[in-house]
């Protein structure tokens, strides 16, 4: 399973809007409505932001929002905010409970 | 509160072996498949393996099948990571995960060195 691909780093300003992109195959996020999203703060465990495709848990704020057509999964967060600065990572389950991840976004607010 | 904590890390020369456990708590632990995800130093997340609730299905990643081995004690609430022949490229931090949708949980990680 190779992982899947995400642009290295994205940036913006505090108030834009960023979206960042994962792109799988058919066989994973392709076939399954089953993306998800992971933060990641330096020295922390990852926190879910987005699971099956565009569900948000309870407690993560409705600027982070997905979406996915094709192959091709995304997450936007909307109203950048300082603290929103921190890798990204998506997830998509790909067969036989197994799972692959992206190879993660940094996200910078400048 | 729903809490994962691994626990069994540290430093192992190469070919040697480690056992990684998970305590869980707060959630109906029988009910979920498990799951060990790894990340090494500055890069980025992997999956590598998972077990269901009742543990009749495994499954591992290409790169560690046949080397380690996933179990769990439903009655003890916990997760298990036997590893073996353990390699430089086997260094990172392990976490244990449920990977369930909206009930999706992750320890805070064991740091495993493979170091001669």
């Known amino acids: 399973q190779s992982a899947l691909t995400q642009p290295a780093s994205v940036s913006g300003s505090p108030g834009q809007s960023i979206t960042i992109s994962c792109t799988g195959t058919s066989s994973d996020v392709g076939s399954y409505n089953l993306v998800s999203w992971y933060q990641q703060h330096p020295g922390k465990a990852p926190k879910l932001m987005i699971y099956e495709v565009s569900k948000r848990p309870s407690g993560v704020s409705n600027r982070f929002s997905g979406s996915k057509s094709g192959n091709t999964a995304s997450l936007t967060i909307s109203g950048l905010q300082a603290e929103d600065e921190a890798d990204y990572y998506c997830?998509?389950?790909?067969?036989?409970?197994?799972?692959?991840f992206g190879t993660g976004t940094k996200v910078t607010v400048l | 509160e729903v809490q994962l904590v691994e626990s069994g890390g540290g430093l192992v020369k190469p070919g040697g072996s480690l056992r990684l456990s998970c305590a869980a708590s707060?959630?109906?632990?029988?009910?979920?498949?498990m799951n060990w995800v790894r990340q090494a130093p500055g890069k980025g997340l992997e999956w590598v393996s998972s077990?269901?609730?009742?543990?009749?299905?495994?499954y591992y990643a290409d790169s560690v099948k046949g080397r380690f081995t996933i179990s769990r004690d439903n009655a003890k609430n916990s997760l298990y990571l036997q590893m073996n022949s353990l390699r430089a490229e086997d260094t990172a931090v392990y976490y244990c995960a449920t990977l369930a949708a909206a009930q999706t949980r992750w320890g805070q990680g064991t740091l495993v060195t493979v170091s001669s």
């Open positions: 077990i269901s609730s009742s543990s009749s299905y495994i």
């Open positions: 997830c998509s389950y790909a067969g036989s409970s197994s799972y692959v």
């Open positions: 707060g959630f109906t632990f029988s009910s979920y498949s």
